[in-house]
């Protein structure tokens, strides 16, 4: 049997952690990217693109990403569309992404007082100008704290995706146990990488929320 030291196992997990992270940016950046346009269309005065983007967010929101992974990698498979492992780790956390944070911020557009809306169309601004001028700008201070916060979550759902073969952090944890018989050691410093990649955020994500506070206070 092949003998792996401590330093062995950290390596090849910190080679596969960067996938983690990779795909947790990506994962975040393009769900915000998509839950930005959705925000949009569910604060419309258009009553259907409301509707559609409640069912959207509803179906993202009701459903396991598990189930969202599996449809990404197998469904469209079904369909003549094979996508890589990574492809499909990323649009389905990036949907399931988007469908969250579009909700994180549309409560955080209903927070800015109604006033606000009213004011901005005595001064004759479209809807467009309104949330660009008036409406984001206060709402973004209110977002922040809770958007840093699921950004923590998304870092931990990349672990569900190595359900369809993507070779991120836990998936190689799980490799290196059927090669050194190391459980213990593997599962530890999986859980410390983890960790130490949550843990930074949560933290801030506090501090932000709590200077939010304070800064209502006063």
Not at 45 to 71: S, V
Request: hydrophobic residues 55%.
């Amino acid at each position: 049997m092949i003998s792996f030291s401590v330093w062995d196992i950290v390596r090849n997990l910190l080679l596969a952690l960067r996938w983690t992270v990779l795909l947790s940016l990506a994962s975040f950046a393009l769900g915000g990217l998509l839950g930005l346009i959705i925000l949009f269309m569910r604060t419309s005065k258009q009553a259907w693109l409301r509707r559609l983007t409640k069912m959207y967010i509803e179906l993202f929101q009701g459903t396991p990403l598990l189930m969202q992974l599996f449809l990404a990698f197998f469904g469209l498979a079904l369909f003549g569309l094979e996508v890589p492992a990574w492809l499909a780790a990323a649009l389905a956390l990036t949907c399931w992404s988007s469908a969250y944070l579009a909700e994180i911020w549309r409560g955080c557009v209903d927070a800015v007082p109604r006033g606000q809306w009213e004011a901005s169309s005595c001064l004759a601004m479209s809807y467009m100008q309104q949330m660009r001028h008036v409406i984001l700008p206060q709402a973004l201070r209110i977002a922040i704290p809770p958007t840093v916060g699921f950004s923590v979550q998304i870092v931990k759902g990349t672990a569900v995706t190595s359900i369809i073969g993507f070779v991120e952090l836990s998936k190689a944890g799980t490799m290196i146990t059927n090669a050194t018989f190391q459980p213990f050691t593997v599962y530890a410093l999986v859980a410390l990488m983890y960790f130490a990649l949550c843990w930074p955020l949560s933290k801030y994500s506090q501090s932000l929320e709590r200077k939010y506070n304070a800064a209502n206070r006063h």
